[in-house]
């Protein structure tokens, strides 16, 4: 046997040899696992039970109270307490951009029953198909009608009108509130203080003299 044949026949052996341990050609056994605290997690997965909670469930909701971030602080509107209605406004001021958004928002929430043009003759309405008549939002009762009171429409409907509540957030409902009053001003309203002189954020207000409504 030269120096070749014996490599050849010792590394066979040896081959033979690994593969014995192999007991019935099947790997049953995973051998090591490599960081196993990530394999298998020791927090409880989301949809796992948890004997650490009365309900079993892992995943929890917040905590009450929680604010989630670059949100509104929350209004305190109790349904109904329509004297806190009135009350209530807003410090925002919208910049061109912003009042568009409205707009758009609007478009796609409200102009159904409210018409695109307000006048509460939305698609929905005039084609028969929904019993009240829509507010006219270009209407004497309606064009002084205070931002409180249509921010509680949104948030709580109204009569047959729904909730927008989980359509808009705090934000978005004076948005479209704003583009509205933009709207009334134009027609009758009173003065739109919403906006800002130009479409740069934080620049001056447009008629900081004249009363929220
Ligand atoms: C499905 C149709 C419908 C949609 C969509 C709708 N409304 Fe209305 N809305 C109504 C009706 C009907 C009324 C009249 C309710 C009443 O006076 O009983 C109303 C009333 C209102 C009023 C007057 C509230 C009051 O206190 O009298 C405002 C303001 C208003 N809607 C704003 C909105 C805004 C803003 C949106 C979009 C976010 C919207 N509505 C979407 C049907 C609708």
């Given at each position: ?44 997965d989301?949809y796992?039970?948890n ?6 469930q ?20 109790v ?6 209605y ?9 910049n ?16 159904i ?24 939002l270009?209407?004497g ?17 109204k ?23 933009k ?22 207000i ?8």
């Amino acid at each position: 046997m030269n120096k070749t044949q014996s490599i050849v026949v010792a590394s066979l052996l040896v081959s033979v040899g690994l593969m014995s341990c192999n007991s019935g050609n099947m790997r049953r056994n995973p051998g090591k696992i490599y960081t196993p605290d990530m394999t298998y997690s020791r927090a409880y997965d989301a949809y796992t039970q948890n004997p650490n909670f009365s309900d079993t469930q892992t995943s929890r909701v917040p905590i009450k109270g929680t604010i989630a971030n670059n949100i509104d602080l929350p209004d305190h509107l109790v349904e109904g307490d329509t004297n806190a209605y009135k009350a209530l406004s807003t410090s925002y001021r919208f910049n061109d951009a912003e009042l568009t958004e409205g707009g758009r928002l609007y478009m796609i929430y409200c102009g159904i029953c409210h018409g695109t043009n307000l006048d509460g003759n939305g698609p929905l309405y005039s084609s028969g198909k929904f019993p009240a008549m829509p507010a006219n939002l270009k209407d004497g009762k309606y064009l002084s009608m205070n931002v409180g009171t249509m921010y509680a429409a949104i948030k709580f409907g109204k009569g047959l009108m729904g909730s927008y509540s989980s359509q808009l957030q705090t934000k978005q409902r004076w948005q479209v509130i704003a583009f509205i009053k933009k709207i009334q001003s134009e027609n009758g309203g009173s003065p739109y203080i919403y906006g800002t002189t130009t479409s740069t954020p934080g620049s001056a207000i447009v008629d900081s003299a004249a009363t929220v409504n």
